[in-house]
DNA sequence: GTCGGCATCATCCAAAAGGTTGAGATTCAG
DNA sequence: CTGAATCTCAACCTTTTGGATGATGCCGAC
């Protein structure tokens, strides 16, 4: 029985690649995106069994929300993300979002045939290296930041004193300077560049 | 007359699309190579006019690297950049190891066809965004760091503190604070965090 | 040999960052 | 309504960072 696909990348040549890899006599690609917002109309118009989707997206909305948006479509396609990057928050970020798995790009082609297929019949499917991670991730969560948070850990990682934290964000430098001992606390540690660097390792920014 | 084309990349999904797209009457691709190691083999055996190379090629050498042992070979390939990033330090690097140009991913397969052929010809081949942002760095040159700077820079970004990094190093944190000095005066900030941010936007480490 | 660049270290001082404690205001869920 | 979370701010204090200046030794270029 054969798999009906929509893949969904901005690059015109990942597409083709992956049209060439998949198109076989067990999945067939319907369509292609290179958008998330054209990803959703043409999921509704089309019914995919299966989105296969970028996280990276250029211009335009995410991978992830352009999978809570699949997810909520009636019938739900299921949604396997394939992507470069391995970053533990974006992982999270997409399953919480209703991603049936996260493949790696770097993978081999029957690796991601194998995924859509079991993504069809409603399995999870992650890539065995990123499984470990997710689990260890998920016990080992990291701390919840409030929005106001994470808006001063993504201007402190822009290289931002307090001052200049506080001045775009319209508040006082004592204001900056308990946001971030909250965020050092949260994230258990002590200097900003330790901060930055814990952020981006973990795809918090 | 057709070019041949060597393809360079580490993931099996964008080779299968480059061949998909880039095989017409005009361009022949002869071979794929997963790795830098294994490019300059077949390069050296299969003598192609252009070589299509990622510059992150996940293990073994990376893409200047590999630039610079295709150049030379005898005949050497013309080498085309093909990357899904731009930062700068890594254009112009490409650029001094003997890259005929560079692209971004995300560009029509027809632009890339231009580029090959340009390439094959012996032309200089940029893509067009790119063009002016590297004349722009080739005049505001990122100013040069001493190997010692560089590995300061890149422990600083860790978020190691002027202790750590010392302790790292082996030397007293007053030799830490001097080359901190250096790389802020040379890079024109004055907090580690911005150097950080400056560092990683310009692809200096 | 001399000069310049580099790495090493020091001292002194000023500024920024970080830690602690506490407190008023708002919002939102139970 | 009450309590919890969030955002806001303040005062105080310690530590870290950054700036300025100068000194030593090494090495390679001229």
Redesign the interface.
Known sequence: MTTTVLLVD????????????LDTDTVHVLGEAATGEEAITLAAHLHPDVVLCDLRL?AGIDGIQTTAALRALIPAPAVLILT?FDRDAEILGAIEAGAAGYLL?????EV?IEGIHRAAKGDMFLAPDLASRVLQGMRNPLPRLTDRELEVLRL??????NRDIARTLFVTEATVKSHIAHIFTKLD?D????????AQETGLI
Do not use: Q
């Open positions: 901005d690059h015109p040549v990942v597409r083709s690649g992956l049209r060439a890899v250029g470069t790009k770097d993978v081999a082609p991601i402190m990682s822009t290289g931002a004193a540690v200097s900003r560049s330790r901060a930055i660097h814990l």
